[in-house]
């Protein structure tokens, strides 16, 4: 079982992976607070800095039928990608940027920021549907701002590498019509 951690606040950089056993005690024997200890298999050297314009926040994840684990980054706006054996294996990264599917939406102050939240991926491992996030977090403020909400689509070129193809946009205007609020969390593929 994997688990990601993010950034807490919009200035800090956060950006690890950890890997837990599925091997739990049962009730009414319970592991001790925590125990077993998570082990981090993947954690970003500048963890914990400001990094001006380049801090990272990990955010969602997706494993392919291979076992390829992609993990998302709503600040940078790309994908880590791990081959799933004994341990994770770093295999590389693809940009979400730039590829013309991201245009920006009303009163954004960025473009080409589609900001990747959580996902899922295809039965048949072509397609990783992700949301993304728009410019007016309704949660809490934090890093994850972005430019054009709705359903991002990213194609599969391998197992390894992807490109966002599409973007599905998702409107909800404000009173006065100035701001989009809309602002996706997750998406589930109910696989029948």
């Known amino acids: 079982m994997y688990l990601n951690t993010g950034t807490p606040a919009p200035n800090v950089s956060e950006f690890t992976v950890y890997q837990f056993t599925q091997d739990y005690k049962t009730a009414p024997a319970f592991d001790l607070p925590n125990q077993p200890v998570p082990i981090a298999i993947w954690a970003d050297i500048d963890n914990g800095k400001t990094l001006t314009g380049n801090n990272r926040d990990a955010h969602g994840m997706v494993v392919t039928k291979d076992k390829y684990l ?14 799933v054996n004994k341990n994770l294996e770093y295999e590389g990264s693809y940009s979400l940027k730039k590829s013309g599917a991201c245009t920006s939406t009303l009163n954004a102050a960025t473009q080409d920021d589609p900001t990747p939240d959580l996902a899922d991926v295809d039965l048949k491992d072509k397609r990783i549907y992700v949301a993304l996030r728009g410019t007016l977090p309704q949660s809490v403020a934090h890093a994850a701002v972005g430019s054009c909400p709705g359903l991002g689509i990213i194609d599969l070129d391998n197992k390894k590498t992807g490109r966002l193809t599409h973007v599905l946009p998702t409107v909800i205007s404000s009173g006065d019509a100035k701001d989009n609020l809309s602002d996706p969390h997750a998406v589930i593929l109910v696989k029948n």
């Open 70 to 83: 992609h993990q998302f980054d709503r600040i940078r706006n790309n994908v880590e990608v791990f081959k």
